[in-house]
């Protein structure tokens, strides 16, 4: 199976993105842009696993994701990937918090589950952002600076947090299709603010 795991987003977030994202999907050059259905914050994307190794890492990742406490991130603007060179990824960040400090943590347990059933480490930090668009043809600059301003002036609210889903995914021409395997709930008692 396709796996990968995230934290999906919350109706609040999606009902306030998701008129934003129809519009720069309607003014922006052509890009595949991501449904809100489909919107999450990965944790670790493990690739085409075997299900009993999808399983193991689960299980090993259970009491860390039992341990991390639900919060909020709050919204830290648009975000272009890479961030040097032909951008790629066009997508909402998040700002520094100690909701996102828990993620990374997280992160990096996965990371090490990920490992132990022979996924390739991410080489890159963790970086919690939601994906919108992955740009094929090369954009203007200003349709990127476009998208920035944009998404920089959308007043977006805080990403709730309150579980991590292990997902399968399906590609099918109309997009990849997640299906969860697996919810790991967060702490609701130990509430980690902004």
Partial sequence: ????????????????AGPLAARLRRDLPRASWTRPEAWHLTLKFLGEIPESDAERF?????PHAAAAASGSLPPGGPLVLPPRGRPRVLAAGFAPSAAGGALEELARHAEDAAARIGVAPEGRPFRPHVTLARIRDPWPAAAVDAFRSALGEAPLPPFRCDECVL???RLSPSGAVHTPVRTLAFV???EVGA
């Avoid at 795991?5 to 306030?16: E, G, K, R, S």
């Avoid at 689960?58 to 259970?62: K, N, S, T």
């Fill in 1 to 16: 199976m396709r796996a990968f795991l995230a934290v999906p987003a919350d109706p609040a977030w999606i009902a306030a």
């Fill in 58 to 62: 689960a299980a090993e990742l259970a």
């Fill in 167 to 169: 997902y399968a995914s």
């Fill in 188 to 190: 609701s008692h130990a």
